[in-house]
């Protein structure tokens, strides 16, 4: 080993942590070359300065303060209702199986959205084909009053069992006129008592009975549900 | 309250949103975070700052928490990431006239038998020995010389390879102690 060597291993290594055979070494040589031991001597007392500075810790004064701001921060007793449901809300979307779930969720809810709206299009277009060649005169179109004349329907079909004079479908209710007449034939089949109960029921139900097709309804679905029973009750 | 439990699991509790095992956290490791914050950017303030903003952060990124590696490295991590960004932020780089008190001070200091500096003596020494040195190499150097990490544990907090670490570590040791022979000579 000649001086070089044990300048390199002295600047970039602790003596004391050096492997024994390795400090024999350097003991040997700095034993007959003055210069390295010169050298030397200043390197352990540079070893022993930093050794020092590694032993001596600061004082870490603020300890307490520094916990209770800390802590002031996360602590949810000591935070508004809204810091506390944003903080649970991070906090609980970091945790990778609730991120898994969430996107599961989203990716289900956006498809079957979208499904709906592809299906009411189809179904919207095929009633627009179906109903293409009906000028307006013949058909009525509820679109707007969809949800108040949709008890129409109901209404209907409670008597009619099911007659095909209305197409429904989650965004309008569209009625043919002229079908109904198909279903005044039926009424006009029934016997004169039950002739009676409907004409009562249309009497309370639609007291103007011109308005019925281009008016909107407003009954309650509900309310129609009892005095049909009423009725029949009777 | 904690003593039937062992770190591993308060702080598992304490992932898990646990308000007063992570207070036991903060408790029980406030300390080494200082004191490293403190060796890095020597400016009492200034870790203190770092104390607070790293609890803050694991406590929002305590899922992110991966129970492979310890749990004192990881929080070293975000404490040193810190100071690393302190460092760089900070718009001149941090020079101090040299006097000689300060240099009789410092090379004397190995003949003070008890080694109880204050605050601002210890930071005035910890600058003196590393303020040409470069941030990185600044912290591989505290990290492992004055924190006595391993080296293993410094390159999985700096995020660089164990060889160089083990290189900015020859390099800062060097600068250092060439600087503290020039003094002495």
Not at chain 2, 161 to 174: D, I, Q
Request: charged fraction near 30%; include cysteine; glycine fraction near 0%.
């Amino acid at each position: 080993m000649n001086c070089v060597d044990i300048n390199k291993i002295l600047l970039e290594e602790y003596f004391d942590e050096l492997p024994v055979q390795i400090k024999m070494k350097i003991d040997e040589h700095i034993s007959i070359c003055s210069e390295c031991a010169s050298v030397f001597n200043k390197i352990i007392r540079a070893d022993k300065i930093i050794c020092d500075l590694k032993n001596s810790e600061p004082v870490f004064a603020f300890e307490d303060m520094l916990t209770e701001s800390i802590m002031n921060e996360v602590d949810f007793k000591k935070q508004t209702f809204f810091q506390k449901l944003i903080d649970s809300v991070v906090i609980s979307m970091q945790k990778p199986t609730i991120k898994f779930a969430f996107s599961v969720v989203l990716i289900i809810l956006s498809s079957l959205y979208i499904y709906q709206e592809y299906d009411a299009v189809v179904k919207i277009n095929a009633l627009e084909k179906k109903y293409s060649s009906i000028s307006y005169s013949k058909a009525q179109v509820f679109s707007k009053t969809a949800e108040s004349a949709a008890w129409l329907y109901q209404f209907y079909k409670y008597f009619s069992a099911e007659k095909d004079f209305v197409q429904v479908t989650d965004k309008m209710i569209i009625i043919r006129k002229e079908q109904l007449a198909d279903l005044m034939k039926d009424f006009n089949s029934l016997n004169d008592a039950q002739k009676k109960k409907i004409i009562d029921l249309r009497k309370e139900l639609f007291p103007d009975e011109k308005g019925l097709m281009n008016k909107e309804i407003k009954i309650d679905k509900k309310e129609v549900g009892k005095k049909i029973s009423l009725l029949n009750s009777k | 309250m904690q003593n039937d439990l062992n770190e591993q699991e308060i702080i598992e509790r304490a992932k898990h949103g646990e308000v007063r095992s992570f207070e036991w956290v903060v408790n029980k490791f406030r300390r080494y975070v200082f004191v490293i914050a403190f060796r890095i950017l020597c400016n009492e303030d200034e870790a203190n700052e770092v104390v607070h903003e790293s609890f803050i952060k694991v406590w929002r990124n305590f899922t992110n928490y991966n129970n492979s590696i310890k749990f004192t490295t990881w929080l070293y991590k975000i404490a040193v990431n810190l100071c690393y960004d302190k460092l760089k932020s900070r718009k001149r780089k941090m020079t101090i006239d040299i006097t000689d008190d300060m240099l009789a001070n410092l090379l004397q200091s190995e003949q003070n038998p008890e080694n109880e500096f204050s605050n601002a003596q210890l930071a005035e020494k910890i600058k003196l020995l590393s303020e040409h040195l470069p941030p990185k190499q600044k912290i591989i150097f505290i990290m492992r010389d004055l924190h006595d990490l391993s080296i293993n544990e410094v390159a999985t907090i700096t995020g660089m390879s164990e060889s160089s670490v083990k290189t900015n570590l020859v390099y800062a040791r060097r600068t250092i102690k060439e600087k503290l022979i020039r003094w002495m000579n």
